[in-house]
Each structure stands twice: as C-alpha cells, then as structure tokens.
C-alpha cells in the first residue's frame, strides 16, 4: 500500500496508530484503485442493463460461462469489470497524463468504454456466444446504441472513481 495521507493523532484502542490506519484507507496500489473502480463502474452499467435489457444480465452474460440466471449474470459482470478495471489502472500506471485530475480520468474512462464496446460488445460476444450454442446470440458484428451507451457509463464512472480512490 501507498503512504500518501498521514495523521498523526495517537489515541486509538486497539493498538494500531491513526496515522497507519489512515495510510491504509488512504493509499491504495492502483491495482486495487481499479477494482473498486471497475466494480463501480460494472455497478451502474449493471442497474442500466437491468432497466434496457434484463436478458443481457440473466442470459447472455452467464450462458458465455454455462451459466444461467441474473444472480450468475450479474458476479460475472461484475467479475468481467473488476478485471477490466485492473487493465484499466495499467494503462494509467503506463500513461500518468491520463489520469492526472478527474476529469482527464473520467474523459479516459469514456474513451476506454468505447474501446471495451468495439472489441467485446461488437466483436468477441456475438462470436463467443455462438460458439457455446447460446440460441440468442446477437449478429456479427453486434452494433446496439444501448450496449455503447452502457459500455460509456461504465468507463465513465471507472475513470471518475480511480483518481479518487487513488489519492
């Protein structure tokens, strides 16, 4: 863990030292940044889907791992964002720039939802879904305004809430 925010007041109970607590709170690696983040994110992409397209959640999702149900739809939605989320860090890890205020972070987290919607969305699900017999598979490529308007929220609220839970 980081040690970015101290505190130097000793007053607590149990032993441990306000400043090294807060250094917990307050540092974490950018790996663990972007799960929370991708979590987050996969969160409102989640409660989106859950209004515009409730299939995705409790079929599509889970049948690309032999699974069915909301319940199993939405762990592994929620899987697929927190490891994206991890990807997302790296990148920001590579290119400081990008992530250097909220706003340049959120604008890259934009920027990388469209890029998960082209390579995912439009090209990877169709495929995988018809490669394991799901019967509702979508069309090669798979162009939907909804699933680029989810796959934004997403990166959108990725990039807002890595800086933050950086810091």
Do not use: C, K
Not at 7 to 21: I, K, L, Q, W
């Amino acid at each position: 863990m980081s040690t970015r925010a101290t505190s130097e007041t000793v007053d607590r109970t149990d032993g441990m030292e306000t400043s090294e607590m807060t250094e917990r709170i307050a540092g974490v690696e950018s790996w663990q940044a972007g799960v929370v983040a991708g979590l987050l994110g996969s969160i409102a992409f989640g409660a989106l889907l859950a209004v515009v397209a409730p299939g995705a959640l409790t079929a599509a999702i889970p049948a690309m791992y032999g699974l069915s149900g909301g319940v199993a739809g939405m762990v592994v939605h929620l899987s697929h964002g927190a490891v994206l989320g991890v990807a997302f860090a790296a990148i920001l890890r590579a290119r400081p720039d990008l992530g250097n205020t909220v706003g340049r972070a959120t604008a890259a987290g934009a920027a990388y939802g469209v890029v998960l919607w082209v390579l995912l969305a439009v090209l990877v699900m169709p495929v995988w879904l018809s490669a394991v017999g799901f019967a509702g598979a979508p069309p090669f490529p798979n162009v939907d305004a909804m699933s680029l308007l989810g796959h934004v929220v997403y990166g959108a609220v990725l990039g807002a809430a890595y800086p933050m839970l950086r810091r």
